[in-house]
């Protein structure tokens, strides 16, 4: 591993800060940045926003003396841009401020940037660090480096099932809509917290028809989630909460319609390819990442196709004897624990 005991340190911190960006910075990633000196910590910052100010023009600009910075070491989980987007480019900072050595986490799959911030550096003189914690620095930009070397959001699968099994009870025609719950409150809690970290919600027709969600942040602080929904033959109408204009929609449907308010609507060919087209279609509009919460059919089709990077399951007390079958899924364990009287459990699709 890349980096000496003093590297990891300051490295560690990047990613401290980074994360701080976590549902505020997409489609850009998730950026920290320190400045030592003699080894303390003179400045530092993170990508608060996008569209805002970079993680390396923050820490530079929190440098209360910066004639240290000529002597100092400029640490970032992420290479540093080198072409103008919303912001000026970080690499023309660091030569302007004669910065003599850079530590980065890892490089940027950005094609824009990848390796050039890094060779513009070094062709100025800049002494140039790369790779110091290299993994946790691209496992904290999961869903950026999905987008790029995948062309496809990060893909979240999400269900709660009964201890038996089954995530919805059997319900009759003639049933109200509403959710049948299997965590507890502090469960809900964490999935609207799981909301605002991520760009989309997505769900199926018959989720709309038997929940009537709202697919929004209510029980955390947070931006509202695009709302995805499949919606085949347009059998949902207005008195669906997903349809109150409350926050931007898509719905993928084979049917020609107009769009209405904060509701677009997206044409596809409801094949075998169906997944991949409304994957490419949120890759297009720079969604990064997409949490898929129901129902049973959505979750399977992603699942066989092998569409998918995480999963997060709750198991609740309750016992249902019969109803809709849960999905089954393999993959990677990473986490286990238990959320009052659910268990959650974190799988990696590696």
Request: hydrophobic share 35%; aromatic share 8%.
């Amino acid at each position: 591993m890349k980096g000496n005991t003093e590297d990891k340190k300051y490295m560690h911190r990047c990613l401290e800060l980074a994360y701080q960006g976590l549902g505020r910075v997409a489609p850009n990633p998730m950026v920290g940045s320190v400045i030592v000196h003699d080894n303390t910590i003179i400045g530092e910052g993170f990508h608060q926003s996008f569209g805002e100010a970079h993680a390396e023009r923050n820490a530079i600009g929190s440098v209360k003396d910066p004639e240290l910075l000529r002597h100092a070491r400029l640490y970032v989980n992420l290479e540093p841009c080198s072409h103008i987007g919303k912001t000026p480019p970080c690499t023309s900072l660091i030569l302007e401020k004669r910065i003599p050595t850079v530590i980065i986490g890892t490089a940027d799959p950005n094609r824009q940037v990848s390796g050039n911030g890094k060779s513009l550096l070094e062709k100025n003189g800049v002494r140039v660090i790369m790779g110091v914690l290299e993994d946790k620095c691209k496992s904290l930009n999961k869903r950026f480096f999905t987008w790029h070397l995948k062309n496809r959001p990060y893909i979240i699968l999400k269900w709660a099932r009964s201890s038996d099994g089954f995530i919805d009870l059997e319900r009759p025609a003639d049933s109200p809509p509403g959710p049948n719950w299997i965590t507890s409150q502090h469960g809900l809690t964490l999935v609207h917290k799981w909301r605002s970290e991520e760009q989309a919600v997505m769900v199926g027709t018959n989720t709309v028809i038997k929940d009537n969600p709202l697919l929004n942040v209510r029980h955390w602080t947070g931006k509202d989630p695009l709302r995805v929904i499949i919606d085949r033959s347009l059998k949902l109408g207005p008195h669906h909460h997903v349809f109150d204009n409350s926050q931007p929609t898509v719905v993928f449907t084979e049917k020609k319609t107009e769009d209405k308010d904060k509701t677009k609507y997206a044409r596809i060919v409801f094949d075998d390819t169906a997944e991949l087209q409304m994957l490419d279609h949120l890759y297009r509009e720079n969604i990064l990442s997409v949490i898929i919460e129901g129902g049973a059919y959505t979750l399977n089709r992603f699942i066989e196709k092998g569409l998918w990077d995480e999963a997060r399951i709750f198991t609740g007390p309750a016992l249902f004897k019969a109803g809709v079958r849960s999905p089954e899924i393999t993959g990677k364990s990473i986490e286990s624990q238990m959320i009052d009287n659910s268990l959650l459990q974190v799988i990696y699709n590696f």
